[in-house]
C-alpha cells in the first residue's frame, strides 16, 4: 500500500498535467447536479487501482467512489466494477485520470497474473524491472504485487546492481564487487549481471549475494545452476516471454524477471457510464 501523503501529492499532480486552471468543457457547461457513474469492464481480467481511484474523487471532496471489487479479483466483460456519487462536474473532471490509472494497472495486473500462471509448481518468483513509466513506478509496481508478482529494487538507492557497463568501467566483478562492499552496509543486497560461463565463475568468488544470468539460453541456464550449485541466489533475467517462462522457471532458479509486464501490458478495456436518472 502506498503512503497516503506520497499517493495525495501524485494524484494532484496528474490532476494538474490534465485540467490545468479549468476544464473549459465541463466548466462552461450547465450540468452541475448530483448523480452517479458506473465503472464497467468492457472485457475479462484482473482489477488493480481501484484504492487510487477513490482517491482522485477524494480530492474533489464532493464524489465518493465505492467498488464492488477488491484489487487482485478476478472482474468479467460487463461486469460493474464500481460506482462514484455526488458532483457531476467532478465526475467529468476526474473520468479521465481514473480511469487511464484503472485501465493502466488492470492491465499490468492481469498480464503478471499471466506470467505467474506459468511458474505453476516451480520455487521460482517472477520480478518485475525499472522499466516504468517515469513518475509513475510505483503505481505500476504495486498492480505488479496485485497481479502476484514480486518487486524488484524500486530504484538506484535500495540495492546494487552491477550491471555490464559498470564492470566494464572498473575493469572486472571482482574489483567491482570489492569495491561495493568496502562501502555499502552490509544490510544492503549486492547482485551481479553475468553474461557468459567466465563471468559466472568470477561472481562466484566474490561476496555477491546473487547473480543474474544475463539473456542465457534455456540450456545455458540449466549448466550454470550446476556451476553456481546453490552457493548463490540466482536470478534469470532477458527476453523472457509467456511462451519461454515456464521452460526457464523448469530450471528452478530463485528468480525470474522481466520488463514486460509493465512495458507491454495492454490497458485493460474499462468504461465510466453516468446514469442520467441521478441519485
Known sequence: MLDRVFLRRKILEFLEEDI???DITTDNLEV????????????SGILAGTIFVKEVFNVFG????????KDGEKVEKGEIIG????????????????????QRLSGIATLTNLYVSKLTGTKTKLLDTRKTTP????????????GGGDNHRFALYDMVMLKDNHIALVGSIKEAVRQIKNKVSPMVKVEVEVKDFSQLK????TQADIIMLDNMSVEQVKEALKIVNGK???????????ENIRDYALCNPDFISTGSVIHSAK??????????GGV
Not at 457531476?88 to 476526474?94: A, E
Open 267 to 276: 490497458w485493460l478495456d474499462i468504461s465510466l457510464k453516468i446514469n442520467i
Open 62 to 69: 464532493d464524489a465518493d467512489f465505492q467498488s464492488f471489487k
Open 20 to 22: 490545468g486552471y479549468k
Open 232 to 242: 548463490k541466489l540466482v536470478e534469470v533475467s532477458g527476453n523472457i516471454t509467456l
Open 83 to 102: 460506482v462514484v456519487y455526488g458532483s457531476s462536474k467532478s465526475i467529468l473532471k476526474g473520468e479521465r485520470l481514473s480511469l487511464n490509472i484503472l
Open 202 to 205: 568470477e561472481a562466484l568468488e
Open 32 to 43: 452541475e447536479k448530483n448523480v452517479e457513474a458506473f465503472f464497467i469492464a468492457k472485457e
Open 135 to 146: 513518475g509513475f513506478r510505483a503505481f505500476e509496481k504495486y498492480a505488479v504485487k496485485v
